[in-house]
């Protein structure tokens, strides 16, 4: 906890918090606002608890149908590597990058995520 | 070391066979290491006698001949035409010619057959009528006597005979095929092959006489001879050709003392050696297993099988030379134009044999699929009139390839528009993916260039990549393709189960497991690092639950639905649920959800169709109504579905499940309450079916309808379930499909009534749940049904698995804990959290844009 804190403070300017952990749906995906350095974005956030990483946030902007539908999609893994399958044309999307499985040529943003107590954190950086 | 003397071999026969030993040995460099001296007994060089006939349609001995001239020549090989061998000196290893005697070291007799003439009396050797068919002098002999003539009559409705009938036809003489069996070619065709066949026949102007014997040949009286036939009927004919078998030409041998068959043959080994060791025989004059082989092509694998041992002197063990192993007497041609194929045990002979049959009288097309009787392997077939499907099934025989499931579909034709067959019966052009365009044939391109599976298929392709709706054909091209191609389909639903959707139905049954982390983690495959080679050991105790994924989750998610009916919105199961049954409504193409409440039999209410108006209207949703007798209300945000659904409810509505792989909606005709027409009350009973299957949960959705009277106006038999009502009461229709494939549903029962119309629909709806593939909708589930729809009634009417009492508990079940998805989650905060767009902000997301057409709202 101790380390937490201290990095809390040494990285104040990145780390933002989002939303709150009962705001999350086990093994699934919620959608956030968030204000990056670009503008406001649309993020993606899934929670897979038990996982080595449980935190992910990728575009919510499905690039393939153009609508905003990502966090909405079936969180599995291909190979043991966690994606999320997009509701509408159902491509896969590497939660830890957000690589499109189906199509090099596509990738997600991504953004680390972390618990801070009851609050989820997102960094901006 | 020194080059050893050449050998001395001499071949006797210059046919089709014995030219193809001379090519073989050429083949092997094997004519360095002999002499060879051939003797042909005709003065033709070796010809095509497969082809004989055309030699009265254009083809000229040149045209007919076998190889280059200079053949024979360019490889110091002596052929001696026209020089008949009269003896073999075995003692002295010597050939004996009226030129001169012959040294050899090996001999081979290539000396093929003669026709068979029955004894007839007035056709007895030297009569001018007994004319053969069988060299290019036979066919000078016949063209000769075909001078003058009006009529010829052939004796043998074999395939020779069929043969010699056309080279009639070819001379413009009236032909005549006369056979003593009761049909044409009866070693190769069935009793149905042989009548189609000889309808065409007869279409093309040929006389057929069956079941002829001629007893006698004399001089007639309106043609030169007059056949007269063992029940006292005769036919006058101005000349006779006989084709009534072969024989083989087994005199030289016989002479020599060399073993001869009880009825024939030169018996030989599998290297096509006789008793003596020193001489071979092939073609039609040797007896291989007591058996001659009448066909060219066994004939030319014994020449193949006779080189490999006569040069195996010259070379070296490896690879060990061919052996006869006998032949496939498989036959594929065209006679008078018609064709005609045989494949096999053509008969069904074979112990247990299970025999398929198409027959088009109008056509005269007839095909016969004879199969193993395990029902796995093709061993026969018969064809007529059509030889398209010969190569696939000659296939399937020869190399043992696995059956479709519906082995009828192999025979039965593909009709354009309705392509009901299973997809082997697709043509190469059929467009599998119309959002990608692409066919079968490219598929096919896709495997053969090295893709093989389905995920390797779609991505080279892009097949099922756009809306999805011909994901399960193409699993099933991709499947029976690389069948087809030997490669051993993998039936694990995903990498997650090496089990079916029905070996996993059957663990959450017999389990009792009620949970997909709890499968899973019983059950699942282990996942593979996805690094490093998978031989390597995992490391530690680290490697993470394996998730599953989007298919293995909506598919576990459907069976424990089927069978516990659980809430799917329970935090259990929400995270397994497609968007759409998380959300209780369907996504889209901009993200936005569209509202289906559930309209039983589409009888509505005028209060009730202003309640849909007032809530479309109030939150601005385009309406349209549906295929299925209900309203669609499109253009929902997320966070406006439990606001529209409290006012649906509160109004009498309940969810309408067109978000699920489940009971959609049972449609019907007025029936007898208004229609002129109508004989039973089909609302009442679309409104009694829709309320007691809405909610359950099965592989693929569900639709109904239920007509009042023959009319059909429901169009009850393009669905999954078809009701229409009779008289007495009701017929059921069984897995009709409209859609990308339409299918007729099958009467399945008549004149039910209504107790045992629902006791039917009950055990049907939940057979289909229990064995169906994932996604597979009742038509196709039918379709790769073994034993089809017999099998089908046996177990859901006569109940011959013992399963019926169990599969309406089941049902009973569904329908007693049924309750209404959309009620549950708005009673329930916590399901509720979940239709916020944004779990931080509740504004509406900005990019949904609308714009107006028609006076209603779309997507921008």
Known sequence: MTAATAQDQTMTQTWQPLCTKADLVAHSGVAAWTETPEGPVQVAVFYLPGQATELFAVDHHDPFSDANVIARGIVGDIQGEPVVASPIYKQHFRLKDGQCVEDEAVRLRCWPLRFDGERVLIDLG | ?860
């Open chain 2, 1 to 860: 070391m020194t080059t050893p003397t050449p050998q001395d071999l001499i071949i006797i026969g210059n046919g089709m066979v014995g030219h193809h030993l001379v090519e073989q040995l050429v083949e092997r460099g094997s004519v360095d290491h002999f002499r060879i001296t051939v003797f042909g007994e005709e003065r033709h060089p070796a010809y095509d006698r497969v082809h004989l006939s055309e030699y009265f349609s254009g083809r000229d001995a040149a045209d007919l001949a076998l190889g280059e001239a200079d053949f024979y020549a360019t490889h110091d090989i002596t052929l001696r035409l026209g020089e008949a061998v009269s003896r073999i000196d075995r003692e002295n290893r010597e050939v004996v010619t009226d030129q001169g005697r012959y040294r050899y070291d090996s001999l081979v007799l290539a000396t093929g057959s003669y026709p068979f003439v029955p004894p007839i009396p007035g056709a007895e050797t030297g009569q001018p009528n007994r004319l053969v068919y069988r060299t290019l002098d036979d066919l000078d002999t016949i063209r000769a006597a075909a001078t003058d003539a009006r009529r010829g009559v052939v004796v043998g409705g074999g395939l020779l005979g069929l043969e010699a009938a056309n080279a009639l036809k070819s001379l413009e003489l009236e032909a005549h095929v006369v056979e003593f069996a009761p049909r044409l070619m009866p070693v190769q065709l069935d009793d149905q092959g042989g009548t189609a066949l000889r309808e065409k026949i007869e279409e093309l102007g040929v006389g057929v006489h069956l079941n002829r014997a001629t007893t006698e040949i004399t001089a007639g009286d309106d043609y030169r001879y007059r056949m007269t036939f063992q029940d006292g009927e005769y036919l006058e004919t101005d000349l006779i050709v006989f084709s009534a078998g072969i024989r083989p030409q087994d005199t030289l041998a016989r002479e020599c003392r060399l073993e001869i068959g009880e009825r024939g043959g030169i018996v030989i080994d599998d290297e096509c050696r006789t008793s003596d060791p020193e001489i071979f025989a092939i073609g039609e004059c040797a007896l291989w297993d007591n058996r001659i082989f009448g066909l060219v092509a066994p004939g030319y694998t014994m020449a193949r099988c006779a080189a490999d041992a006569l040069s195996g002197p010259f070379r070296g063990p490896e690879p060990a030379g061919e052996r006869f192993a006998g032949a496939d007497m498989s036959t594929k041609l065209k006679l008078l134009g018609v064709d005609v194929g045989s494949i096999g045990d053509a008969h069904g002979t074979t112990d247990g044999a299970i025999s398929y049959r198409y027959s088009d009288e109008a056509t005269c097309v007839y095909r016969r699929l004879v199969v193993s009787g395990d029902g796995k392997r093709v061993i026969g077939a018969v064809l007529v009139g059509d030889n398209a499907s010969y190569d696939t099934l000659l296939q399937y025989a020869q190399n043992g390839i696995a059956l479709p499931a519906d082995p009828a579909s192999l025979i039965l034709p593909s009709v354009e528009g309705a392509p009901t067959l299973g997809a082997d019966a697709l043509p190469e052009g059929a467009t599998i993916c119309s959002c990608h365009n692409v066919t079968k044939g490219k598929i096919c391109e896709t495997i053969d260039a090295g893709a093989c599976d389905l995920g390797a298929i779609k991505s080279e392709t892009k097949a099922s990549t756009g809306c999805g709706g011909c994901t399960a054909l193409l699993k099933s091209v991709v499947d029976h393709e690389l069948e087809a191609r030997g490669v051993e389909v993998d039936h694990s639903i995903c990498e997650h189960f090496t089990h079916t959707r029905q070996e996993l139905y059957s663990i959450v049954r017999v389990e009792g497991i009620k949970t997909f982390s709890e499968l899973i983690e019983k059950h699942g495959a282990s996942s593979t690092p996805s690094l490093g080679s998978s031989s390597a050991p995992k490391l530690g105790s680290s490697s993470a639950p394996i998730l599953g994924c989007d298919i293995c989750k909506p598919a576990v998610a459907s069976i424990l639905a089927s069978c516990f009916n659980e809430p799917i919105t329970d935090a259990a199961h929400v995270p397994l649920q497609d968007t759409n049954d998380t959300f209780m409504a369907n996504m889209q193409k901009n993200g936005t959800y569209s509202v289906v409440p559930r309209i039983p039999g589409g009888e509505i209410t005028p209060s009730k169709l202003r309640v849909l108006g007032e809530v479309g209207e109030k939150y601005g949703l385009y309406t349209k109504i549906t295929g299925g007798q209900r309203v669609d209300l499109f253009g929902a945000r997320l966070e406006q579905l439990p606001d529209i659904w409290s006012e649906l409810i509160a109004e009498g509505f309940e969810t309408g499940h067109a978000y699920g792989k489940s009971l959609r909606t049972v449609k019907s005709c007025v029936g007898s309450t208004w229609c002129r027409y109508g004989v039973q009350d089909s609302v009442g009973m679309a409104i009694y079916l829709e309320n007691r299957y809405k909610g359950l949960r099965s592989p693929h959705k569900i639709k109904f309808a239920v007509s009042g009277c023959t009319r059909e106006c429901a169009e009850a038999q393009s669905k999954d379930v078809g009701v229409i009502a009779t008289e007495n009461g009701w017929n059921l229709y069984v897995c009709g499909n409209g859609g990308m494939r339409p299918r007729h549903g099958e009467l399945f029962a008549t004149d039910l009534d209504d107790e045992a119309l629902i006791r039917t629909i009950d055990r049907f709806l939940m057979f289909y749940v229990r064995t169906a593939d994932r996604l597979q909708r009742t038509s196709v589930w039918r379709e790769n049904l073994e034993g089809g729809l017999d099998y089908l009634k046996d177990v859901v009417i006569d109940d011959s698995l013992g399963l019926g009492e169990e599969l309406e508990s089941q049902m009973r079940h569904v329908i007693g804990s049924y309750e209404c998805e959309w009620a549950n989650a708005l009673d329930d905060p916590e399901k509720l959290k979940r239709f916020r767009s944004f779990v931080n902000d509740s504004r509406p997301d900005p990019d949904i844009i609308v714009t107006e057409e028609r006076g209603q709202l779309r997507p921008a």
